[in-house]
T-cell receptor
Framework: KNEVEQSPQNLTAQEGEFITINCSYS?????LHWLQQHPGGGIVSLFM?????KKHGRLIATINIQEKHSSLHITASHPRDSAVYIC???????????WGAGTKLIIKP | KAGVTQTPRYLIKTRGQQVTLSCSPI?????VSWYQQTPGQGLQFLFE???????NKGNFPGRFSGRQFSNSRSEMNVSTLELGDSALYLC?????????????FGSGTRLTVV
């Protein structure tokens, strides 16, 4: 079993829909990252969380440390949100980043 | 403020050759980490450098090595290339190590081994 599991693996939605991507992990962490990778390959760091909730524009990220779970939400989704969203956790013991497999999101106009 | 610069962007090598990739972090960032991304395996951690010292290493064979210079620029080297080494190699820079400061990624070097 992978230490970081993301769901769903693939998600297709219509423009305007509310999107939720989930990330569960099994190790102790010092921080959790959400990143976005566009088809060209470039990766952009969206959020870094160690507790609670963060919001940036239409993106919201939450984390529940006790349940070892994080969610990334996108409100009023737009085709430009189409990308792979990756969850990564920083292990509390060795500080190594452990990556989820990513969620491929397609937003149709 | 310049971003993370990786060179070259694209590279084609033949089996058995070696390759060196370069990563220049954001000015002031002292931590550089390297990742391999393949369609089948996703993102895999290679190693992380801070202050010219390797601080973390992923599960890759010894053919994969790296180093960091005093100006924080980093290089990774792959010797005796195999077809399976074809991948996008990404580096990311961060202000520090341990306590998270967030990461900024370069655009990557796409290596094709033929």
């Amino acid at each position: 079993k992978n230490e970081v599991e993301q769901s769903p693996q693939n998600l297709t939605a219509q423009e305007g829909e509310f999107i939720t991507i989930n990330c569960s992990y099994s190790v102790g962490i010092s921080a959790l990252h959400w990143l976005q990778q566009h088809p060209g390959g470039g990766i952009v760091s969206l959020f870094m969380l160690s507790s609670g909730k963060k919001k940036h524009g239409r993106l919201i990220a939450t984390i529940n440390i006790q349940e070892k779970h994080s969610s990334l939400h996108i409100t009023a989704s737009h085709p430009r949100d189409s990308a792979v969203y990756i969850c990564a956790v920083r292990g509390a013991s060795n500080y190594q980043l452990i990556w989820g497999a990513g969620t491929k999101l397609i937003i149709k106009p | 403020k310049a971003g993370v610069t990786q060179t070259p962007r694209y590279l084609i090598k033949t089996r058995g050759q070696q390759v060196t990739l370069s990563c220049s972090p954001i000015s002031g960032h002292r931590s550089v980490s390297w990742y391999q991304q393949t369609p089948g395996q996703g993102l895999q951690f290679l190693f992380e450098y801070f202050s010219e010292t390797q601080r973390n290493k992923g599960n890759f064979p010894g053919r994969f090595s790296g180093r960091q210079f005093s100006n924080s620029r980093s290089e990774m080297n792959v010797s005796t290339l195999e077809l399976g080494d074809s991948a996008l190699y990404l580096c990311a820079s961060s202000l520090g190590l341990g306590q998270d400061y967030g990461y900024t990624f370069g655009s990557g070097t796409r290596l094709t081994v033929v």
